[in-house]
């Protein structure tokens, strides 16, 4: 089983540029480091015009582009049920930790990130397993359902270092 960390938060709260400072801090440190995103809506990372998006049009159920570079498998659910988090995670090579954006109601251990301006609602009662709060603002954690500690939303160090101390990384 891959070791996951989820980051969640409210919309525009801040949580792709903490997973992309967080990325770039645990990969220093010589972590192999993965990402799950949750997107909520229709989202589309093909292009109109393009071969694969015609492949997809035409009714592909999965469309594999790849190159010398990378690779990139797109699944059409149509008429299925949304993968769970688990099934998308077996999908995934394994690496030292997958981090998690979104996905606020599973089960896996996660931070909330809050910033003073926006949203600073505590997620649902069912939001479970949140370990620690980031904010731009001095807040409680445990007004949020969370028995972790509060960092400061621009301490990326502290925040990984939390990571692997919770996760039990290997040290690199």
């Not at 109601?105 to 910033?115: S, T, Y």
């Not at 003073?116 to 069912?126: G, H, Q």
């Not at 939303?153 to 101390?165: K, Q, R």
Request: one cysteine or more; a negative charge.
């Amino acid at each position: 089983m891959q070791k996951v960390f989820g980051i969640t938060g409210w919309k525009n709260s801040g949580k792709t540029t903490l997973v992309v400072n967080l990325i770039e801090n645990l990969r220093e440190r010589g972590y192999r480091i993965s990402t799950l995103k949750h997107a909520h809506h229709n989202f589309d990372i093909d292009k109109v015009g393009t071969d694969s998006y015609k492949h997809r049009g035409a009714g592909a159920q999965e469309v594999l582009i790849a190159s010398g570079k990378r690779w990139a498998l797109m699944h059409e659910v149509a008429a299925e049920q949304e993968a769970s988090m688990s099934e998308l995670l077996a999908r995934m090579a394994p690496v030292d930790l997958v981090i998690i954006e979104g996905y606020k109601l599973e089960e896996h251990p996660k931070l909330q990130v809050i910033r003073a301006e926006n949203n600073t609602d505590a997620l649902p009662e069912s939001a479970n397993n949140l370990v620690a709060l980031v904010s731009d603002a001095q807040l409680e954690p445990a007004d949020y359902g969370c028995k972790g500690p509060l960092f400061a939303l621009n301490n990326v160090d502290g925040i990984a270092d939390f990571i692997v101390e919770h996760c039990q990384l290997e040290s690199q």
